[in-house]
């Protein structure tokens, strides 16, 4: 017999009362800020002069802020700083795109706040600075604007550039010039030598992020050998990014005596699985082998127990993964979900019923500790499985402690979290598609 097709959300929501509806996004509005928010500014949508200053207003909150972000929470926050610019994509663009358009000028003049608050190493505030420009172009082509006034605006927007972010205004100009004003524009997106070339006019010192940017045109436009001056000299910060496309390009150039000891030195830098396979890649059969046991010395000296015992795992020795965490359960930091869960996956697969233990331990209590209520279903999953793996040799012996001691102090430290509660004793807890913890 054939299932019955599941509906659709939004065929549902088509067929409820407009009441039902308003009573529920009013109860979401109660709960929830951002959705307050959005409400409000739903109230304005006919009153784009309205709209705009409020977003003018939280763009000068996020201006004034003193805060700095480390490289662990400058991800969440160039999230943030993308959030703002979508919302006013969605919500004022249509309305009015000149006021758009200076709102999204704003915001890329301020570069230099976003990056100063901020430990970009990962990217993320970058990629809020290349949206933004993104964003600027497609709103300003919706203005009514002459269009011989754009040129030299845009020029002017992206020769002040001191970070190397506003490059995207030239590589998508073509979102808002036409012909002929486009011509050397739209040449140097296809040409990394006329983008170069553009850049150095306004910027003869090309910074680390700029060096970036032309060593990555060249490499996708598969011309490593003119990648390679702009990989010389150390980028500060940056170092570990260059000697990975310094080494992709030596590659690509099959330079391999070269790239080698490159590869090497980045996996002793930082330990992880990927960069022990990039080193092995191109590795001469005969050198493996001590290539190998250099790396599982690097892995039992190396600080990061996460890292030590995943690359340990990598390596096939489960034991010495395993005994790392046992000795040490405290250091192992539950917020490392991406890491932890496919390690646990493996300790399990081996029966390894400690090394397990420490896993779920840490990442139950990372979540009970930062109070994220999302994660409680998972966290109600690990606690279920850490009571199987105490049957079966996972709650001890020392220096770990009983299964039953662990959890009370659990119940002690954490027993005024309802929430989390309801989910061990089955009232919420429902089967997740996304689920990974157990």
């Not at 034991?319 to 300790?347: I, N």
């Not at 027993?415 to 996304?434: C, E, Q, Y």
Request: hydrophobic letters at 45%; proline letters at 5%.
């Amino acid at each position: 017999m054939p299932k019955a097709s599941i509906e659709t959300l939004d065929a549902f929501l088509l067929k409820q009362e407009t009441s039902t509806l308003c009573a529920v996004l009013l109860e979401l509005a109660e709960a929830n800020k951002e959705v307050k928010q959005r409400l409000t500014r739903l109230q304005l949508a006919n009153r784009p002069d309205k709209l705009a200053s409020g977003f003018k207003k939280t763009l000068a909150a996020l201006w004034r802020s003193t805060k700095i972000r480390g490289y662990r929470e400058s991800r969440e926050y160039g999230s943030m700083l993308e959030t703002w610019l979508d919302q006013v994509a969605k919500e004022l663009v249509p309305k009015d795109p000149a006021a758009a358009v200076a709102l999204f000028e704003s915001f890329i003049e301020a570069d230099s706040t976003w990056f100063d608050q901020a430990d970009d190493s990962g990217g993320a505030i970058g990629d809020a600075m290349r949206a933004a420009c993104i964003h600027w172009l497609q709103a300003a082509a919706l203005c009514e604007s002459p269009a011989d006034a754009w040129p030299g605006r845009l020029m002017t927007l992206a020769s002040a550039d001191q970070h190397g972010a506003r490059e995207e205004l030239l590589r998508r100009a073509d979102l808002l010039l036409a012909e002929p004003a486009l011509s050397l524009l739209s040449e140097a997106l296809r040409d990394p030598g006329v983008q170069v070339r553009a850049v150095l006019s306004y910027s003869p010192d090309p910074n680390p992020l700029q060096r970036q940017s032309f060593a990555q045109a060249y490499l996708d436009g598969g011309l490593p050998a003119e990648a390679l001056p702009w990989l010389e000299g150390a980028w500060g910060h940056m170092e570990g990014t260059r000697q990975s496309m310094l080494a992709d390009a030596l590659e690509r150039l099959g330079r391999f005596k070269e790239s080698l000891p490159i590869r090497q030195q980045i996996f002793e830098q930082n330990p992880a699985v990927i960069y022990l396979q990039q080193w092995l890649e191109h590795l001469p059969q005969a050198d493996r082998a001590a290539a190998l046991v250099h790396a599982h010395q690097t892995a039992l000296s190396h600080a990061d127990l996460t890292t030590s015992s995943t690359l340990l795992l990598e390596l096939g020795d489960v034991a010495t993964a395993e005994a790392l965490l046992v000795a040490e359960p405290a250091r192992v930091d539950g917020r490392h979900y991406a890491s932890l869960v496919p390690m646990a996956k493996a300790f399990r697969a081996q029966e390894r019923w400690l090394g397990e233990a420490v896993v779920y331990r840490a990442l139950l209590l990372a979540i009970l500790e930062r109070g994220y209520a999302p994660s409680y279903g998972h966290g109600a999953r690990y606690l279920l499985r850490l009571r199987e793996l105490a049957s079966m040799g996972g709650g001890g012996p020392m220096p770990l402690p009983l299964h039953e001691a662990f959890e009370a102090d659990v119940r002690l430290r954490h027993g005024r979290k309802p929430a989390f509660w309801a989910h061990v004793n089955g009232k919420r807890l429902a089967p997740s598609d996304d689920d990974d913890g157990v």
